[in-house]
């Protein structure tokens, strides 16, 4: 009896789940843009894409954050997917469909290399370390010949078609009336794409062993767990996610410079997961769709416009230290 | 090389005081105040204000800066990071709270005090020049010795004070600290305060050297990190050796590398990074502070 409603009540849940995700998917991809088509504000496409992409980035933090590790090295990986895309489009000829993965697929190598050094640092020491890597990123993109010094490099070509078997998946975005929307799509595709992986990430064996970490990396050693290659495992994820979210943002712009990705837009990253409280999946999303979306609405004030945004994240702060997803917590009891 | 020393010095004495109050703030509370850039450079502007606008002598800007700072960072102390910190399950969660108040600091100098960079008239007039070898204003060694005496006040206050031994038994272990009877709120305000109040004393300094201006804030922040990196975090000798190191190998690397622009710091930062990962908790630091 008593596994029967068990049983009963998680399908109930999966059913639940599955409409709440066709929910969120019918409204980032129809509601959103009628939205957009009746009021006519096509610019909340550019803002939008943009909270999609940095929430790609951000889920990759959070993960960090999962094994107990503050992550503010981010935008080092972002501008490295940037650059690693850049060149191989403009220099390569190389596919910009194909070098999405492989800027990913590059950071994920560089931060085993970085990773394995500086993930041994705990605490606020591998958060500085991070912050500094940010700062050796812009530099180095600054003194490499390749990446064209502070000039950087300009006029990309907009993504070509993407055909498989000769059928065409994605047209080729020059030949778009809208690419705007275009972009739009794609971006929150792969958020969607990404924070699927991240919540399947969560909820398998490793979820479990990466909390283990969180909660006591000694003790979960003691039994068997091999920490390091979990570390290392995480940080590769978390900055391919980095670096795919960097190789489209420069599709977009069309162009990168060493300071397209700063310390700023690093601890960005950790206030949107911040935000959204690092407890739920996806709190990163929350919290990059307030805090970017928030700050574009915020700026009819002019030049308050900053004193009003930092005000109410100190207000939030105040109110709700853990994140606003903790809110959640309430209802269930805490947890 | 005399120079290249001198500008070394000179450089590591102010940095060492912005280290130390970041380092006194952190130890204290675990606490990583990323407003701390913006502290200095609002103090600055206070200065300024005081001595340019109201026409005072510099003594009298550099009091008023450090009590404006003081009573801030008690204030801020009291009603932002202590509810934060007693009501959120993870320390880091106040990292959001110190970068939104670096943003609410940023938006007040705006408002305040305008996007111009600002200075004061210099304090002593006059350039000391020894046979052309080390050639050295006057106002800079006097900012430079009042660093370093502040520095040394800070040092014999923190050894010998009722106050200074609380706090110093407060980083090392809040609760037995809280066992033998020190009360550890009231020095954990006292604590930010005057970590605050470092920050303001070196704003007021430098805004008659260098000048200030609002985007100062953010690049002086990852510096003072650095150097709180290098001597090792929550460590007062850590913090000043710190500086001083930061301050020498800024000093040396321009002189020497000048012809290849940024890579000096590419350079410090990367063997900051190999340094780190050999030695984790910097110089004087405990291992996972």
Redesign the interface.
Known sequence: MNTNTETMAAKGSVTARILGMAAFLALVFVAVPMFIAATGRSDFYYTLTSVALLAIGAAGVWLTFYIGR?NIGQGAYALMGGYVSAILITQAGVSFWLTLPLAGIFCAVISVLIGL??L??????F???T???T??AR??A??LPITNGAKGITSIPLPGELSVLGITLIPDFSTLQNPRQAFYMVAVALMVLVYLVLWRIVNTRLGHLCRSLQQNEELSASIGVNTTWLRILAYAISSFFGGVAGAMFVSISQSIYPSSFV??DS?NF??YC??GG?GYVFGPMLGTLLLYFGWDLLSVFK??Q??I???S??AL??IL???ILSLLDKKEGGK | MEQILANGLYLGAQYALIALGLTLI?SLMNV?N?AHGQMYVFSGFVCYTVVVQLGLPFIVGLVVAAVVLAVMGGLIEKF?FR??IR????D??T???A??????L???I??LFGEKQRGIPKVVNGVFNWDFRLIMPYDRILICVLAIAIIVSFILFMQYSKAGRAMRALAQDRMAAQLMGVDVDRYSMIGFAMGAMLAGLVGALLVSITGVNLGMG?PTS?KA??MI?IGG?GVISGAIIGGFILGMMESVGLSVLSS????T??LI??S???F??IR??GLMGKP??
């Open positions: 503050i050094p500086i041994r640092l705990r605490g606020v020491y958060a500085m370390v912050l500094v890597l700062e050796v530099l180095t600054l003194a310390v700023q601890v950790v206030l911040f935000l690092l030049q308050y900053l004193l945004y930092s005000g994240m100190i702060m105040l230290p853990n994140g | 952190f990583l990323f932002l509810p934060v009501r959120s399950k993870r880091e969660s990292m959001l709270l970068a939104g108040i670096a943003f609410f940023d938006a007040l705006l408002l953010g990852i990190f650095l990196m975090a290849y622009g940024d890579v710091y590419l930062f990367a900051l990074m190999i780190l990962a984790p908790q996972w502070g």
